[in-house]
């Protein structure tokens, strides 16, 4: 059983910077693909970025290329989502996947995450 623990949420105004951090425990942290997901007020989960285990490969959606960066330290089990330019669009609570045994392209739908954290809140004001 793995066990994530997200922190780093927080309120920032737009255009600032907040990086996000998932603390895994209770697995081979390195053999699983990680990913964030986000779920704003009112509005169903969505993908946010995946990276593959070794920290060589990551996808991410549209709505954030260019602005997040996900990565890994599988020396600390723990991933990171460096996120700037923030955006009021982008509130929400982030939430931390984890999956084991599929390809990076299945954390792009939730039916595809094996363990999720609790998520923390991320407010992005005008």
């Known amino acids: 059983q793995v066990q994530l623990v997200e922190s780093g949420g927080g309120l920032v105004q737009a255009g600032g910077s907040l990086r996000l951090s998932c603390a895994a425990s209770?697995?081979?942290?390195?053999?699983?693909?990680m990913g964030w997901f986000r779920q704003a007020p009112g509005k169903e989960r969505e993908f946010v970025t995946a990276i593959n285990w070794s920290g060589g490969g990551t996808i991410a959606a549209d709505s954030v290329k260019g602005r997040f960066t996900i990565s890994r330290d599988n020396a600390k089990n723990t991933v990171y989502l460096q996120m700037n330019s923030l955006k009021p669009e982008d509130t929400a609570v982030y939430s931390c996947?984890?999956?084991?045994?599929?390809?990076?392209?299945?954390?792009?739908?939730?039916?595809?995450?094996?363990?999720w954290g609790k998520g923390t809140l991320v407010t992005v004001s005008s």
């Open positions: 996947a984890a999956t084991l045994g599929r390809s990076i392209a299945t954390m792009r739908s939730d039916h595809g995450v094996d363990y």
């Open positions: 209770g697995g081979t942290f390195s053999s699983y693909t």
